[in-house]
């Protein structure tokens, strides 16, 4: 698998001057490429960096995609993580070095982006409804052997938009769909045996598609890890598993590889334990690989994740997954003693699954760190804002940088479209482009 480009039309990505398109970014640098500026490998303090400014730390992200790619091994499953969470395509090549089949998107804008940056096998979970982008994903798979892409599909009527689409092209083979699967209260997918075979059917009689398998998203089902919660989302993946065996009744020969995913980023352990497990087998059965989809992991957070993911606090691991997600922000006032106020506020700081976790602070020049307790706390945010409360005694001035953890890795990276990636020694070692 290509995951650097060389035959992707890679002249469409983002590889002009910085100029003032990214804050935080040294303004002696606005003549050069973001490559040339991480080439540079300059120190994240005193390197010329404004600040509030977003860093990844690059062991924790290596760390991470070893971690998942190790347990999507132990559990019999392929992993395809689903890339909307960061949108950027040198991130995912940490997952695709580690081993993982492919990438996930939601659309047609992401999908391209990893089209152009040189990816395979690229699996939308999302309904395609635009005809003009179900040709262009058609005939980029027809154009490489190599080359696989998957949508979803959930209705009759979805199933006609893309057969009117492709009728006709000229392509070779049939653009690979799955039937998704959902639930009361979910959003896409259908959510009883008759539309599932409503659109099986409507599948099969359309040359220009072919039936891959069965997808799912069982995050909607739950959002806890208690018994109630784990009991829901097994039951939801089973109802996704049986639906498989409807798709598998009867195999078209023009697919040789059947597909049956699901997968979020709480859940994905269930997905391997109940997806995986006594898959059929014999001579007239395709195989079928086993897809799960999380996508906060490479960053992971210290918050919603951190505290529900199978690889942290969610699960009992022998070692857990890292956030590499840290914020700077400068200290801009201490109006009172027991009160500081930094500049990072809405605008930089997400917040939709909790405030950001005061963990340190430094001067200017990298030194003097501090390390904030419980009794560091921020409050409140405005737009370029944030309200930490600390101790009377604690020692932080304007100028000083304070490092927050965040909350939600999804929602972070929606904040900064270029972001620092650096070494444990403070170095930065690239500056990633997310494209959203």
């Known amino acids: 698998m290509s995951i650097d480009g060389d035959r992707g039309p890679a002249s469409l990505l983002d590889n002009g001057p910085i100029g003032l398109r990214f804050p935080g970014l040294p303004l002696d640098a606005s003549a050069l490429t973001l490559a040339e500026l991480g080439a540079q490998r300059r120190p994240l303090f005193g390197g010329g960096f404004d600040f509030p400014l977003m860093v990844l730390r690059e062991s924790a992200v290596r760390h991470n995609a070893e971690l998942m790619a190790a347990f999507a091994a132990r559990g019999g499953v392929s992993l395809a993580p689903h890339l909307k969470?960061?949108?950027?395509?040198?991130?995912?090549?940490?997952?695709?070095?580690?081993?993982?089949?492919?990438?996930?998107?939601?659309?047609?804008?992401?999908?391209?982006?990893?089209?152009?940056a040189g990816y395979e096998r690229i699996l939308l979970a999302n309904q395609v409804v635009d005809p003009g982008f179900a040709v262009e994903a058609a005939d980029w798979a027809d154009a490489d052997p190599r080359r696989d892409f998957l949508c979803q599909v959930d209705s009759p009527a979805g199933v006609r938009v893309l057969a009117d689409a492709l009728r006709a092209r000229s392509g070779e083979h049939p653009l690979p769909v799955l039937v998704e699967i959902g639930h009361p209260g979910g959003r896409a997918g259908c959510r009883d045996r008759a539309a599932l075979?409503?659109?099986?059917?409507?599948?099969?009689?359309?040359?220009?598609?072919?039936l891959a398998g069965v997808s799912g998203y069982e995050g909607s089902v739950s959002h806890s890890r208690g018994h109630d919660g784990l009991a829901a989302v097994r039951d939801y993946l089973r109802w996704v598993k049986s639906a498989m065996d409807e798709v598998l009744a009867r195999p078209d020969?023009?697919?040789?590889?059947?597909?049956?995913?699901?997968?979020?980023?709480?859940?994905?352990?269930?997905?391997?334990?109940?997806?995986a497990a006594d898959l059929p087998a014999g001579p007239d059965t395709p195989p079928v690989r086993v897809i799960t989809r999380p996508g906060a992991y490479l960053t992971h957070d210290q918050g919603l994740y951190?505290?529900?993911s199978p690889l942290d606090g969610g699960g009992s691991p022998p070692e857990p997954l890292r956030s590499a997600i840290e914020v700077w922000a400068p200290v801009l006032s201490r109006p009172a003693p027991d009160l500081a106020i930094l500049g990072a506020g809405r605008r930089e700081l997400n917040?939709?699954?909790?405030?950001?976790?005061?963990f340190e602070a430094r001067d200017r020049s990298g030194r003097?760190?501090?390390?904030?307790g419980p009794e560091w706390k921020v409050v409140d945010l405005n737009d370029h804002h944030a309200f930490l409360r600390l101790p009377a005694d604690a020692e932080l001035a304007p100028s000083d940088l304070v490092r927050l953890g965040i909350s939600h890795p999804c929602t972070a990276h929606d904040r900064w479209r270029a972001v620092l990636l650096v070494d444990d020694d403070d170095t930065v070692v690239s500056v990633v482009r997310c494209y959203f």
């Open 197 to 210: 075979d409503a659109v099986v059917q409507a599948v099969r009689e359309e040359p220009a598609l072919v």
């Open 253 to 275: 020969p023009r697919r040789h590889e059947y597909v049956l995913s699901a997968g979020g980023s709480l859940y994905f352990d269930l997905v391997a334990e109940e997806l």
């Open 85 to 116: 969470t960061t949108c950027a395509p040198e991130l995912a090549g940490y997952a695709l070095r580690a081993g993982a089949w492919g990438v996930s998107v939601a659309t047609p804008f992401q999908a391209r982006v990893f089209m152009a």
């Open 351 to 358: 917040f939709d699954q909790g405030l950001p976790t005061p």
């Open 306 to 308: 951190a505290e529900l």
């Open 368 to 372: 003097s760190a501090r390390h904030g």
